[in-house]
Structures are given as structure tokens and as C-alpha cells.
């Protein structure tokens, strides 16, 4: 007498709407960044600002000595005064003249000239406000401010060194990490391949500004904010072949900081596919495959096209059909061609089966 069929455990599958998500590899940078630089000469008397601190737009991050710029400002309010008064002179003897004319006292030549001295003693008026005004910006200048809201860098310049002289200094910078930049690339292939799958309608993209980004670190722990994709470049690196690609992470915590490796998962939409457990599915020279039970019973060999390990289930694009039945357990038992006896899979009860058989090896 025959033996009866080996039994196994399967599971029928069914397409469903899953994920469409891409692992990648990502580098934070700033969403703003600024230098901080001298734009007046002068020695540098202190810095008040604490290295690494945040800081607020305006505040005072450096003070250059003033007083060789508060000079310059009242030599020139001096020359202001001087040019009034010349004005006030000029002004008045072209009024004179303009009097004096009628009467042939003096002569239209004479006029003249003291209108066009009274014009040109105006435009020295304008001349000295402006200077006054750019001596009064300048002394502005020594107290060096925050031009942004952030995190500020190491001091670039110790106290008692003469800046601004011929070049804007650099002093510090000041960088806004929240929210902060994940940049990464994605190869031109698999972004064509998105299109060419939307158009065909196995896949369903989303907006770009709708696009989930999960970040994990490179401790592989979760980081707790999801962002959105923010900017896609129009243009292909030549050397690379990737399209470079940025997301906006939050920050809250400033736990993130510029230059950190991340890894990143985006979600771009949704694609049609199958889930099948991970202890399904075999390799072998061709690719993956799986074992499934036939109409008759028998055992058939499948091969698949996968997408992902999505946990303890892969992601499979093709090779599989609905209402498939997918040997998961069993599998030792089951030879192409070979009758089996099929039983629904039960994942609670292999889950408690591995610690048992792992105790008893």
C-alpha cells in the first residue's frame, strides 16, 4: 500500500494594495546656512555668544571696537554741519541776487552763477547726509549680528584680531537644522520604471509633496518624525546616472545635525502585489520561487519576481496568481509533481513551534 501524502501547511494568497516603498541611503544638511562675517575693519574686542548655542536673528554675536568708526561718524556729521551752513549762505545770496537784478544792479551773469552756487552748496548737503548715513550703517556694523535664527558654529577669529580689513572676515556660521535637508539620489532606472508602471496602472504614485519619508539612523534605530519629499532636480548626473532628490525632515529636538548618514524609506504611492510569508519563499540559480498546491493537489514550482522583504513577508510583483495556494510549512516533504495534503497555515502556531524545536536541538 501506498503512504499516504506528506501534509503541509499552506496559504492562499491574493493581490493586494501594498506600499510602494524604496530603501536608500541619505546626508542631512541645513535648510538655511549663513556666515557670519566682519564687513567693517577693526579689532575684535569679544564674542558674546555661546559656541553651538541657538541664537535668534539679530542677536549680537561679536563686538568690533567702535571708536575709530564713531569718529569717522562725527567727522562726517561735522562736514554736515559745515555744508549746511555753506548752503544757508549761497541760498541766501542767490535770493539777493534775484532782487538785485530788476535793478540793474547787478547783472544776469552775476545771477547766474549764485543760482548755480546755491545748487551746487544743495548737492554737498546731500552728499555730507549720505555720508553721514553710511558712517552711521558702518558704526551699526561693529556689533556683528545673527543674520538668521539657528544653531551657531565655532568662533573662526579670537579677540584682539584686526577683521574686515580688505575682505569680509569669516567669523562663525549659523545654521537652521529644523526642520533640516535629507539628501539622497535615486537612479534614473527605477524612476522610469515608476512611470512606465503608473501608466500601465499597477502602480499609483502620489504628489511629490505628498511623498512619506521614514528615516532611520545608522544604529538602525526609528526616527520619530516623518517628512515629505520636497524637490526633485530636472537634470541626470552624467557621471552618476541618478536624479538627486530632498526631503524635509521635522527637527523639533535638534537631535538630527548636518553631515549625519541616514537611511531612508519612501513611500511614493501604492502598487498592486502579493504578500508571502518569508518562510515560503526558496532560491535557487533562476531567483526566487515558491512551492504552490495545484488544482489535482500536486505540488508546482513557481518562480517570482519580487519587489522587498517587507518584515517577516515578501513583497512579490509576479509569479503568483489570486487564490493561489503557497506551501509555508512542510516544505521538506514537498516534491514537484508529488501529491501533498494541504491544511491552512496557522502563523500563531508555527510561531510558538520555532522556540519549542530551538530548545529541544
Request: charged share 20%; hydrophobic share 45%.
Amino acid at each position: 500500500m501506498a503512504p499516504p501524502p506528506p501534509q503541509v501547511a499552506v496559504v492562499t494568497v491574493h493581490a493586494e494594495p501594498v506600499p510602494l516603498v524604496r530603501d536608500l541611503v541619505g546626508r542631512l544638511s541645513a535648510t538655511r546656512s549663513a556666515d557670519v562675517r566682519a564687513r567693517v575693519a577693526g579689532v575684535l574686542l569679544k564674542r558674546v555668544y555661546t559656541e553651538g548655542a541657538d541664537v535668534k536673528q539679530g542677536e549680537t554675536l561679536f563686538q568690533i571696537d567702535p571708536m575709530p568708526l564713531k569718529a569717522t561718524l562725527d567727522a562726517q556729521r561735522a562736514n554736515l554741519a559745515s555744508a549746511e551752513a555753506t548752503a544757508a549762505n549761497a541760498k541766501a545770496a542767490a535770493h539777493r541776487a534775484r532782487e538785485l537784478v530788476p535793478q540793474n544792479y547787478i547783472s544776469h551773469n552775476d545771477l547766474d552763477n549764485a543760482l548755480a552756487t546755491d545748487r551746487s552748496a544743495a548737492a554737498s548737503v546731500q552728499q555730507a547726509q549720505a555720508n553721514v548715513e553710511l558712517a552711521a550703517i558702518n558704526l551699526g556694523y561693529a556689533n556683528v549680528t545673527a543674520p538668521i535664527s539657528g544653531r551657531s558654529g565655532q568662533q573662526q577669529v579670537t579677540e584682539g584680531a584686526l577683521v574686515g580689513q580688505g575682505e569680509a572676515t569669516l567669523l562663525t556660521t549659523v545654521e537652521q537644522i529644523d526642520p533640516i535637508y535629507a539628501n539622497f539620489s535615486q537612479a534614473v532606472e527605477d524612476l522610469d520604471r515608476l512611470r512606465r508602471a503608473q501608466t500601465s496602472g499597477r502602480v499609483k504614485l502620489v504628489d511629490q509633496s505628498k511623498t512619506e519619508v521614514d528615516m532611520t539612523l545608522t544604529d538602525g534605530t526609528p526616527y520619530a518624525h516623518s517628512g515629505t519629499l520636497d524637490f526633485s532636480d530636472a537634470a541626470v548626473d552624467a557621471a552618476t546616472g541618478t536624479v538627486t532628490l530632498r526631503a524635509l525632515i521635522p527637527n523639533p529636538d535638534h537631535a538630527l545635525l548636518p553631515g549625519m548618514f541616514v537611511n531612508l524609506r519612501i513611500k511614493s504611492g501604492e502598487q498592486t502585489a502579493f504578500r508571502i510569508p518569508a518562510a515560503a519563499v526558496q532560491s535557487d540559480d533562476v531567483g526566487f520561487f515558491v512551492l504552490t498546491v495545484g488544482a489535482d493537489d500536486k505540488v508546482e514550482i513557481k518562480h517570482l519576481k519580487t519587489d522587498r522583504l517587507d518584515g517577516d513577508a515578501w513583497i512579490v510583483v509576479s509569479g503568483v496568481a489570486n487564490a493561489d495556494r503557497v506551501i509555508v510549512s512542510g516544505l521538506q516533504q514537498a516534491r514537484a509533481g508529488a501529491p501533498v495534503k494541504p491544511v491552512p497555515w496557522q502563523p500563531d502556531a508555527a510561531a510558538a513551534e520555532a522556540p519549542a524545536n530551538a530548545a529541544t536541538q
